[in-house]
């Protein structure tokens, strides 16, 4: 067996290898989702939050100021007098700090305990924004505490702006329950990020451990090792790659039995008719004294061993068109007329054996194939029927259709096949009795070359001993229906 070169045998580059290529996608599909809990949750979260805080906070300014807006005049004890009848812990504003501030920008009313943390939403613009009628709020997010402030103007029935109502609220609790929600997260994107690195890991190492098999067993199978096998557990694609691998090797080994076997017998084949030539001519020349009548004798027989040569070579070149599928150009065979020339032509060798042919042939026996594969079934059936068969015998050819099939059968009262070689018959070289073949000018070839065909032409073949002596083969064709273009055209 020749060496296989590895010089075009490519080998993996890390940042282009299956292996890295699956961790980089993993990965990134990890990221993606680690950010988006990071980011989209804590800020979906935050902005509820503010949502909230903003419905809430202008409810209680604009109630406060609706409250104040009957007063003729905005002053600092009519205004603290309103403020404690609208008893505030009533009104669910407890931790709300609340400012009202008259028109002259003068504060009326402030919270007794100051407010808490720095208040970033009270400056003189907004001051200004709310006196000119327009209702301002503010939030934020700092310090872990939420910041909210509205503004709203305080307007008479006459429309005049009498002042501004400024509400805040510090909530501390809502930002410790965000941070807490956002260490959370943070705590569980780690742990996430850890498993994934884990299992990524684990799954790349399962799926390159499969791969490295496979590709330690077509290295294998590369160097001519067709015995071996993987197993692969499991029932997903690569168990199953695993088992058509398998499958393959099976029947690559197969193949190469055959392909040896067919090279030695084919050697032998042909090895056998040169050696007769070779000693036969070597016989001439060594032999200067030799008669005219041995050496005609001698080249009679160097020229039937190079027919016989002849008829092996062509043999062989037609099993090797039917191994590689050349393709034919098929049409609609009439059989009968194909049995009929082909009889004609075999009839003398039949009767140089004192053999008689007989034919039963229906018409319309019409199939796909081509008027040369048809040909090649018939000559060899017949010729096989006719050479291995006894003197006075006889060889029946029988034509017969209906609308499943077309069969067509040859039977002989030849010497038969014995029960125990039938299922061999039509290996190539395979032959019952080797010395009678060699002197009938047999090559094993010619029912191998009959069953390919057959199946070339999706027909069946079978061979059985007859009753009375010899055998029968009988071929079966579907019937050809032309196509809807064959009947146009």
Same mark, same amino acid.
């Given at each position: 067996m020749g060496t296989i070169s590895r010089d075009n045998v490519r080998k993996p580059v890390l940042f282009s290898s299956i292996k890295t290529k699956f961790a980089l996608m993993y990965f990134s599909i990890i990221a993606v989702v680690l950010i988006l809990m990071n980011t989209y949750f804590l800020t979906r979260s935050r902005d509820m939050i503010f949502a909230s805080k903003k419905a809430f906070v202008e409810k209680q300014a604009t109630f406060i100021s609706a409250s104040l807006a009957p007063l003729d005049d905005l002053t600092v004890d009519n205004v603290d007098k309103i403020m404690?009848?609208?008893?505030?812990?009533?009104? &669910?504003?407890?931790?709300?700090?609340?400012?009202?501030?008259?028109?002259?920008?003068?504060?009326?009313?402030?919270?007794?305990?100051?407010?808490?943390?720095?208040? /970033?939403?009270?400056?003189?613009?907004?001051?200004?924004?709310?006196?000119?009628?327009?209702?301002?709020?503010?939030?934020?997010?700092?310090?872990?505490?939420?910041?909210?402030?509205?503004?709203?103007?305080?307007? =008479?029935?006459?429309?005049?702006?009498?002042?501004?109502?400024?509400?805040r609220e510090y909530d501390i609790e809502q930002g410790k329950i965000l941070i807490g929600l956002q260490s959370t997260i943070q705590n569980i994107s780690i742990v996430v990020a850890l498993l994934s690195i884990v299992m990524v890991g684990f799954f790349i190492w399962t799926i390159m451990h499969r791969i490295s098999l496979i590709l330690s067993a077509i290295k294998s199978v590369r160097e001519g090792e067709y015995n071996y096998r993987i197993q692969i557990r499991g029932s997903d694609e690569m168990a199953i790659l695993?088992?058509?691998?398998?499958?393959?090797?099976? !029947?690559? !080994?197969?193949? &190469?039995?055959?392909?040896?076997?067919?090279? /030695?017998?084919?050697?032998?084949?042909? =090895?056998?008719?040169?050696?007769?030539?070779?000693?036969?001519?070597?016989?001439?020349?060594?032999?200067?004294?030799?008669? +005219? &009548?041995?050496?005609?004798?001698?080249?009679?027989?160097?020229?039937?061993?190079?027919?016989?040569?002849? !008829?092996?070579?062509?043999?062989?070149?037609?099993?090797?068109?039917?191994?590689? =599928?050349?393709?034919?150009?098929?049409? &609609?065979?009439?059989?009968?007329?194909?049995?009929?020339?082909t009889l004609r032509m075999l009839n003398p060798l039949a009767e140089s054996r004192e053999l !008689?042919?007989?034919?039963?042939?229906?018409?319309?026996c019409f199939v796909y194939s081509t008027e040369?594969?048809?040909?090649?079934?018939?000559?060899?059936?017949?010729?096989?029927?006719? =050479?291995?068969?006894?003197?006075?015998?006889? +060889?029946?050819?029988?034509?017969?259709?209906?609308?499943?099939?077309?069969?067509?059968?040859?039977?002989?009262?030849?010497?038969?096949?014995?029960?125990?070689?039938?299922?061999?018959?039509?290996?190539?070289?395979?032959r019952v009795d080797k010395a009678r073949s060699r002197e009938a000018g047999g090559s094993g070839l010619g029912?191998?070359?009959?069953?390919?065909?057959?199946?070339?032409?999706?027909?069946?073949?079978?061979?059985?001993?007859?009753?009375?002596?010899g055998m029968r083969f009988q071929v079966t064709f579907p019937p050809y229906t032309p196509s809807k273009s064959d009947t146009e055209a």
């Amino acid at each position: 067996m020749g060496t296989i070169s590895r010089d075009n045998v490519r080998k993996p580059v890390l940042f282009s290898s299956i292996k890295t290529k699956f961790a980089l996608m993993y990965f990134s599909i990890i990221a993606v989702v680690l950010i988006l809990m990071n980011t989209y949750f804590l800020t979906r979260s935050r902005d509820m939050i503010f949502a909230s805080k903003k419905a809430f906070v202008e409810k209680q300014a604009t109630f406060i100021s609706a409250s104040l807006a009957p007063l003729d005049d905005l002053t600092v004890d009519n205004v603290d007098k309103i403020m404690k009848q609208l008893d505030i812990s009533k009104l &669910d504003i407890s931790e709300l700090n609340t400012t009202i501030i008259g028109s002259d920008g003068n504060v009326l009313f402030y919270p007794v305990d100051g407010s808490d943390g720095e208040d /970033a939403g009270f400056t003189s613009d907004n001051v200004r924004i709310a006196m000119e009628g327009n209702d301002v709020f503010f939030l934020s997010f700092s310090n872990g505490a939420f910041s909210s402030s509205a503004y709203t103007p305080i307007i =008479k029935s006459g429309g005049d702006i009498m002042g501004i109502v400024y509400v805040r609220e510090y909530d501390i609790e809502q930002g410790k329950i965000l941070i807490g929600l956002q260490s959370t997260i943070q705590n569980i994107s780690i742990v996430v990020a850890l498993l994934s690195i884990v299992m990524v890991g684990f799954f790349i190492w399962t799926i390159m451990h499969r791969i490295s098999l496979i590709l330690s067993a077509i290295k294998s199978v590369r160097e001519g090792e067709y015995n071996y096998r993987i197993q692969i557990r499991g029932s997903d694609e690569m168990a199953i790659l695993g088992d058509e691998f398998n499958s393959l090797t099976n !029947r690559l !080994r197969e193949t &190469d039995e055959v392909r040896r076997r067919f090279v /030695a017998d084919a050697s032998h084949e042909l =090895k056998t008719p040169l050696a007769s030539i070779r000693l036969l001519s070597d016989s001439i020349l060594q032999n200067e004294e030799m008669d +005219v &009548d041995t050496v005609h004798e001698f080249v009679n027989d160097i020229g039937a061993e190079a027919e016989r040569l002849s !008829r092996t070579t062509e043999k062989l070149m037609s099993l090797t068109r039917l191994d590689t =599928k050349v393709t034919t150009k098929r049409e &609609d065979v009439d059989i009968r007329r194909v049995v009929t020339s082909t009889l004609r032509m075999l009839n003398p060798l039949a009767e140089s054996r004192e053999l !008689r042919i007989a034919s039963r042939l229906d018409g319309g026996c019409f199939v796909y194939s081509t008027e040369d594969d048809i040909y090649q079934i018939v000559f060899n059936l017949v010729e096989n029927a006719i =050479k291995y068969n006894i003197p006075n015998g006889s +060889v029946t050819i029988t034509l017969t259709h209906s609308q499943q099939e077309i069969v067509l059968t040859v039977d002989d009262t030849g010497i038969g096949v014995p029960e125990d070689d039938l299922p061999y018959i039509f290996d190539r070289f395979y032959r019952v009795d080797k010395a009678r073949s060699r002197e009938a000018g047999g090559s094993g070839l010619g029912l191998s070359i009959v069953r390919a065909t057959v199946r070339e032409n999706n027909g069946k073949i079978t061979a059985a001993r007859r009753a009375g002596g010899g055998m029968r083969f009988q071929v079966t064709f579907p019937p050809y229906t032309p196509s809807k273009s064959d009947t146009e055209a």
